[in-house]
């Protein structure tokens, strides 16, 4: 049992990690007088595709973890692939819109999928299932959430001039106004928008959301990074990550395993993440 709930955890957070990785380029409005920092991630919103490596750390309760890993993302048709290190084992992705595909780890296919060699989780779905939006639907028009964050910050403080990968960038702090976070949005995803600040304020038990930006010459993002702490029934977690873009092209199309090899987990990662979301509150 021990086991069989450690699989399905692994597979949240990695679902979560993608979510956060499309989030970061989906574009905005793009307005004139927005900040530099949104008006860089509705500039890389409109590049083909990119590819990216990431860093995710997490701690609590004396115990820490990384997960390492990146691939290559297509903006236009919503697929792409991902290799991810975490506890010394290698997870492969593949996202088709509105599906992503998780490769079963060697040892674990009984506890978690079966005799499947893969497991699906539809975001729509899943996404959904929280009253927000999900960063792989086609109708989500205007910015999605890490973007609509960056637009409902204050102030942007610049914190000087850094190479990220060769590249010449200006490094941006901003911190995000949940509150705020709606109005950023046009009407038909104020609901939503509400529904996914209220959430990250629930587990966090803050109001506001601290983000740093790495913006190049051309205006586009090459690094998104934050960290965050969450409240858990074993203490306060800290979460830091950070993602880097590069290659900004088309990228090479992607396909879904073959459905004789898929086990649909979508109900089974929803009533999990659901369990793990009820435990991760902050007392008022």
């Given amino acids: 049992m021990r086991h069989r709930r450690g699989a399905l955890a692994l597979a949240v957070l990695l679902l979560v990690v993608l979510v956060a990785v499309l989030a970061v380029t989906r574009g905005g409005s793009g307005a004139p007088g927005a900040t530099p920092v949104a008006q860089a991630a509705y500039l890389t919103s409109r590049s083909p595709g990119f590819r990216f490596s990431m ?32 506890a010394g084992r290698s997870i492969e992705e593949i996202i088709k819109s509105p599906y992503v595909y998780v490769k079963v780890p060697p040892g674990a296919s009984s506890a978690l999928a079966g005799s499947k060699e893969w497991i699906g989780v539809n975001l729509d779905a899943y996404s ?46 901003v911190l995000a106004d949940l509150a705020r976070y709606a109005a950023t949005l046009p009407a038909a995803k104020h609901a939503s928008a509400r529904a996914t600040a209220q959430l990250l304020k629930h587990v966090t038990g803050s109001s506001t959301l601290p983000l740093d930006a790495w913006i190049d010459g051309q205006g586009r993002l090459r690094r998104v990074a934050s960290q965050l702490e969450l409240c858990t ?38 009533s999990q993440a659901s369990r793990a979301l009820s435990r991760f509150a902050c007392k008022p």
């Fill in 55 to 86: 860093t995710v750390s997490v701690s609590v309760a004396g115990h820490s973890f990384t997960l390492d890993g990146g691939g290559a993302l297509d903006e236009r048709d919503r697929e792409g692939s991902m290799s991810f290190y975490v």
């Fill in 233 to 270: 029934p074993v203490g306060r977690l800290l979460e830091s990550f950070s993602v880097d873009l590069y290659d900004f092209a088309r990228q090479p199309p992607v396909h879904a395993p073959d459905a004789s090899r898929v086990s649909d987990m979508t109900a089974k990662v929803q």
């Fill in 128 to 173: 959904q299932a929280f009253g927000v939006s999900s960063p792989l639907s086609g109708s989500s028009a205007g910015p999605t959430e890490l973007v609509g964050f960056l637009r409902s910050s204050g102030a942007v403080k610049t914190l000087g001039e850094e190479t990220i990968r060769g590249v010449d960038t200006t490094h941006y702090h």
